[in-house]
């Protein structure tokens, strides 16, 4: 088992910047793929972004292309979510979760093949 935790939330102006952190520890050798995902009120939680542990190939929701980055430090175990250009849309809990299993592109955007979570952080982004 893999346990991450989050921070870096907060609450910032449209136009503005964060950056999101996840550690992980535990079992993180057999991390294969990280993904940030987000959840705002009375909406189901979605994909953001994606990284693969060993070559770092990354991927994103439409949502956030252009303006979201996400980057690891594998020395450290940790994942980054730079994200730029906040909007009030961008506003939920964001949780980072670990997979162990390969699988398509497609699958790493589901959030049933993801085994680990972390307990999230909130962003509020202010119009």
């Known amino acids: 088992q893999v346990q991450l935790v989050e921070s870096g939330g907060g609450l910032v102006q449209a136009g503005g910047s964060l950056r999101l952190s996840c550690a992980a520890s535990g079992r993180s050798f057999s991390t294969y793929v990280m993904g940030w995902f987000r959840q705002a009120p009375g909406k189901e939680r979605e994909f953001v972004a994606r990284?693969?542990?060993?070559?770092?190939?990354?991927a994103y929701a439409d949502s956030v292309k252009g303006r979201f980055t996400i980057s690891r430090d594998n020395a450290k175990n940790t994942v980054y979510l730079q994200m730029n250009s906040l909007k009030p849309e961008d506003t939920a809990v964001y949780c980072c979760?670990?997979?162990?299993?390969?699988?398509?592109?497609?699958?790493?955007?589901?959030?049933?093949?993801?085994?680990?979570w972390g307990q999230g952080t909130q962003v509020t982004v202010s119009s």
């Open positions: 979760a670990s997979r162990a299993v390969p699988g398509t592109i497609y699958d790493y955007m589901k959030e049933n093949g993801y085994s680990d």
């Open positions: 990284i693969t542990w060993s070559g770092g190939f990354t």
